[in-house]
């Protein structure tokens, strides 16, 4: 297996999938492991789950392209594909950077997800992904022995310890430092002529090296020698004429200007609490809930937030949030109490928590229920509230069934290979768990654990009779009916809803949403359903099981303008006044939609706007909460403070600019960006704020916004900074008197003026210095008042 040159070409059948992004890729990973069984994927699942990037690409017939792609891959015929080889293959020739593809891999091959690969792992991800590329681009597969030379190889140089394994750091370093593999990602990565050639240089060995041009290492040339002091007196002198003229002195008969404000000497208060939280864990499902006291309990990362509402008649004027703050790690799923008094949670290390669901205050810690460093993946309160059911994220998808009162594990068992995608007890039956698996080809995904009646604290795991229905992909699950039914709901991942008499299929609803149903919620003869196309629904159910839709909301066309781009509905939970329901998305928002329209005033002319609220209004003014989106590896990325006022600004890798007021703990202002951003700061008077951009179309560019001129509630850009920029990703940015500094992580640092060009919005640049001649990145810089 030589080293490859060039750029890679592809068949007709490969081209629309070539260049998807970061998120695209992410939702076909997830639907893959929704509704996969194992490797092996049929041409049925194959579309489903292409289908779910209709709407980032410009298809129009996403079916028809996915089934050709399938035939395509389906090399030997069998009307079967590696799963895995095409996911991995996708991500290799999509737009995500070559760090984030070889993260992408590892995380495919890492089975036991211990962050590890074995000498078999690698090989195997290796033969795979290099096999899917051969396919798409039409040229000859390496042998075996190829792939198991590399692997050796690449386990001689970088496992140190000789343990058998490589950590993820090891395998990203050997990609990017071999020859061999680096040109191949190389090969695939920045794709854009369709007759690109790939030569293949079978004579190089494998260790060798090659020259930085041959292995196609991007936007890099070699750093200058450093600047030298008297190649800088030109911009020192530039600096000194466009610093501000000091101010003119006082008129007579006007007092002078008051003089600068002492330097404080007090050491700062150390005590620190948490006085606000932003943000909602919208990456976990069905883990908002309403409580008895009419509060909002919800996770934000390591902490449980008890959410009061302003109510004036208990004097409380403002809303108002109190924590549960004793877990260490995050919170990765959460449950409220039947009597809706406590709620419990469960951590990425597996320790279980249950709290008051009005004060946040801890009541018990549960700390061995879960293996060692296996988190928590489902809870479950049984109606009684006397049982817990834990659901871990464990190889077997282990179940424990927990005794509240005591503390103490009563059931464990094995639910199988399929990750649990959600569990519930029965309304009557109170020792019936039903537990709905990602299982698909035949496998019956859900099961109903029957507490057995000959032997104590035991549970016999039933299958679900689908009958003449054919089994299809479940997604969640929830009670439905009257207090004396056995009847459960389960969404699909086609928009379905399956109705269950017992552990029989009852009925199905076709059609109930558009698209795959991520979450569901009973309460008072409604049922709420919330979809992965931001929809959200609610249905009327009889005593006798018969549904009607009665609402539907798009989260899409709520006016909201805080609203993030993953508009996937993550949690539903209605109000037992029927009269809103609390809806939580991907993107870590929490709203409140009203449930119930107000009718027009009396005598109001005809097509009048109605009254606020409408059916699907957003209340409160907006979102109980929000955050940047951490679905994936999309994350915020940096934080700043305004210096001139209460306000701070965050940037995130979900391209969004957000600026907050931590007086009133608001969202005042946010911004879609057109890249991933990774640094903000304010103007020394707070007027100006700056973005750098590390990924997307406008890596390595800088953008000033300022509140606009008609409407200063709004963000308007008034400049960028690109001239001389190698498209190095920008690290950290400044602000100097009259000029604003980008440094990038290959040590450039570039000055530009701020006075745009009035017809492109263009910066000039000032000067291009070098602050490294190793290439490394900058981390923080700051600059003198003078």
Known sequence: MGQTLGKASFSGASKPFVNLSGLSVRKLWQSFQLNADGWGVNRQLWTAIMSTISADVSIQDIDAA????????????????????ALATLAMVSSMSPLEKMNFVFMCYDFDESGELTLDEMTLSLKSTVTGLCKLSATDI??????????????????????????????????????????????????????ALVTTVADLTLTGNLATEVAGTKNYSKPAPPVKFNADAPFLATLEKSKPPPPPPPQ????????????????????????????????????????????????????????????EENERPEPTQQFFADAVTDITAL??????????????????YVFSASTGAALSIMESILPTGVAAAHLAFSQDDKLLAVIGADADNSLIIVDTATRSVIFTAKTGKSP?????????????????????????????YVKSKDFANTWVPKKGVFGTVTPCPLTCVSNIGPK???????????????????RNLKLTVPGAAAAAITCLNYANGVLAVGSEDGIVKTFSVSSTLVVAESASMDLRATGNVFLVADTAVSSVCLDSSKEKILVGTRGNELLELSLVGTPAEEGAEEGAPLPFPQVGDVLNGGPITSGHGTFGDVALTCLASNAASTEFATVGSDMKLFVWDAATHKQVKSLSLDSPASCVTYSPDGGL??????????????????????????????????????????????????????????????????????????????????????????????????
């Open 420 to 448: 649990v995608l959600g569990a519930t007890f029965s309304s009557s039956n109170v020792d019936t768990l039903t537990i709905v698996s990602a299982g698909t080809n035949g496998v019956k995904p859900i099961v109903f």
């Open 142 to 195: 390496p042998t075996l022995n190829d792939f198991e030379l590399i692997a050796k190889l690449a386990f001689t140089s970088v496992d140190k310890n000789s343990d058998g394994t490589i950590s993820s750091s090891e395998f990203l370093n050997y990609i990017s430092t071999n020859p061999t593999a680096s040109s191949w990602v190389s090969a695939y990565d920045d794709l854009e002529a369709d007759d």
């Open 335 to 352: 449950t409220m109490s039947s009597s809706k008094t406590t709620a419990a949670c469960g951590t990425a290390n597996g320790t279980i």
């Open 689 to 786: 704020i700056a973005v750098g951009y590390s990924d997307g179309p406008k890596k390595g560019s800088v953008s000033v916004f300022a509140p606009g001129a008609e409407d200063p509630s709004k963000l308007e850009i008034k400049g960028s900074g690109v001239e001389g920029l190698s498209q190095a990703a920008i690290t950290t940015v400044k602000f100097g008197p009259s000029f604003i500094a980008a440094a990038t992580d290959i040590g450039e640092i570039y000055l530009y003026t701020l006075e745009a060009n009035p017809d492109t919005q263009a910066f000039p640049l000032m000067v291009k210095l070098e602050a490294s001649t190793t290439a490394s990145a900058v981390r923080h810089m700051d600059i003198s008042t003078s």
């Open 484 to 502: 004396a039914s056995e009847s459960v709901v389960t969404g699909t991942l086609t928009g379905d809803l399956h109705i269950w008499d017992g």
């Open 66 to 85: 996915a089934d050709a792609l399938f035939t395509f891959l389906d090399t030997d015929k069998n009307d079967i594909i590696d799963g895995l080889e």
């Open 252 to 311: 007579e008969g006007e007092d002078p200007p008051p003089p600068p404000p002492k330097e404080s000497t007090v050491a700062p208060n150390s005590a620190l609490s948490i006085e606000w939280v932003h943000g909602y864990s919208g990456s976990g499902r069905g883990n908002a809930f309403y409580s008895s006291a009419a509060s909002i309990v919800y996770p934000a990362a390591t902490l449980g937030v008890v959410y009061s509402p302003a109510d």
